[in-house]
């Protein structure tokens, strides 16, 4: 059962342009999310993160969104550049004392058109 | 600082043969972290271990798959017997404590068991 959802396996953006990563997640108890990036034949690298009590975090050109009654993150990245085009995957943590470990989504590639 | 480092980069291998694979953390954190990505699955966290102790191996496949952190600088996740289910990326990463402060991941080792 996948707890951290991500839908869109790929999407594609136009230089300059918003580009939206969304993130759906099923378990109520995970109040800490992040987001890395992946670079092909690299390991993943944190990006951005935000706690259930914030529903917005800012980070230069990134910033994401939380909605925990629709149980959905999103992150907005404007203006987007070709270094952006990448892989992106959304995680999870829940609070579980001394037990933290996140879950991961499948992840998007996206790809930022010149 | 190095980074995260994991040997080998690549394996190839045969059904029913052992597979070991290194990771060396970065110097100074105390938590480290293996993961397996597929196309399917996304990341998905196997073991981790805080101060060289494992404290959550609920991802573990099953028994065939063991991990071990003799010190603060090295650990191993070896598969004994291999099966080709198991071609995959794997990630090392480690933090300064926790998986909520930044994980910092390995190259990979991608594996391919034929």
């Known amino acids: 059962d996948q707890q951290v959802k991500q839908n869109s396996p790929s999407l594609s953006v136009q230089e300059g342009r918003i580009s939206i990563l969304n993130c759906d997640y099923t378990?109520?108890?995970?109040?800490?999310f992040l987001w890395y990036k992946k670079y092909p034949a690299e390991g993943p690298t944190f990006l951005i993160s935000?706690?259930?009590?914030?529903d917005k975090n800012e980070d230069g050109r990134f910033t994401v969104f939380l909605n925990k009654s629709a149980k959905h993150l999103s992150l907005h990245i404007v203006p987007s550049q070709p270094g952006d085009s990448a892989v992106y995957f959304c995680?999870?943590?829940?609070?579980?004392?001394?037990?933290?470990?996140?879950?991961f989504g499948t992840g998007t590639r996206l790809t930022i058109i010149p | 600082d190095a980074g995260v480092i994991q040997s080998p980069r690549h394996e190839v291998t045969e059904m029913g043969q052992e597979v070991t694979l290194r990771c060396k953390p970065i110097?100074?954190?105390?938590?480290l972290f293996w993961y397996r990505q597929t196309m399917m699955r996304g990341l998905e966290l196997l073991i981790y271990?805080?101060?060289?102790?494992?404290?959550?191996d609920s991802g573990m496949p099953e028994d065939r798959f063991s991990a071990k952190m003799p010190n603060a600088s090295f650990s191993t996740l070896k598969i004994q017997p291999s099966e080709p289910r198991d071609s995959a990326v794997y990630f090392c990463?480690?933090?300064?404590?926790?998986?909520?402060?930044?994980?910092?991941f390995g190259p990979g080792t991608r594996l391919l068991v034929l």
């Open positions: 990463a480690s933090s300064l404590y926790g998986a909520r402060e930044t994980q910092y």
């Open positions: 378990n109520s108890m995970f109040d800490y």
């Open positions: 935000i706690s259930s009590i914030k």
């Open positions: 995680a999870a943590d829940a609070s579980n004392f001394g037990n933290e470990k996140l879950t």
């Open positions: 110097s100074g954190h105390n938590s």
């Open positions: 271990f805080n101060n060289n102790v494992p404290i959550d």
